[in-house]
């Protein structure tokens, strides 16, 4: 069986409940729609290759197994506390090149716990990163309702 990080030469950084993580993925194809995704204050952006078995917070758990630490236990204090130290959550808008907001970042929270400033200071170096991407200040949740 040919894994998909042969298929892209993308850097695998490990699997969670079966699911391949990618950091900074070149091409996400070939990955299903609605993945999920955390970027980095420095910019990177960590996919799983996953949208029906996985959370964000299930990434984190999976990225902090591989020694790449996130601290993010669920809760939206946690979450809260991310945003402002410069990580955002994203979810793939069905199976484009368009990253939007996590359903945890929706208008209704972003506007009671103000943090849609630190979203905006931070978004610029994942796209920069990420420039094959489209980062939007939209949360999903907001889209879809």
Do not use: C
């Amino acid at each position: 069986m040919i894994r998909l990080k042969e298929l892209l030469n993308e850097e695998l950084v490990g699997t969670y409940i079966g699911h391949e993580m990618y950091k900074n993925p070149k091409s996400i194809k070939r990955m299903v729609a609605e993945l999920r995704g955390i970027s980095f204050p420095n910019g990177d952006l960590f996919v799983i290759d996953d949208a029906t078995h996985t959370t964000h917070s299930s990434l984190s758990f999976g990225l902090n197994a591989t020694g790449i630490s996130i601290k993010d236990n669920g809760t939206m204090t946690a979450i809260v506390n991310l945003v402002k130290k410069g990580y955002i959550m994203w979810q793939r808008k069905g199976k484009t090149n368009d990253f939007l907001l996590s359903e945890s970042l929706n208008k209704a929270i972003t506007s009671k716990y103000e943090i849609m400033p630190y979203i905006k200071k931070n978004i610029k170096k994942v796209q920069q990163k990420n420039s094959q991407y489209n980062f939007k200040l939209t949360s999903i949740w907001d889209e879809k309702w």
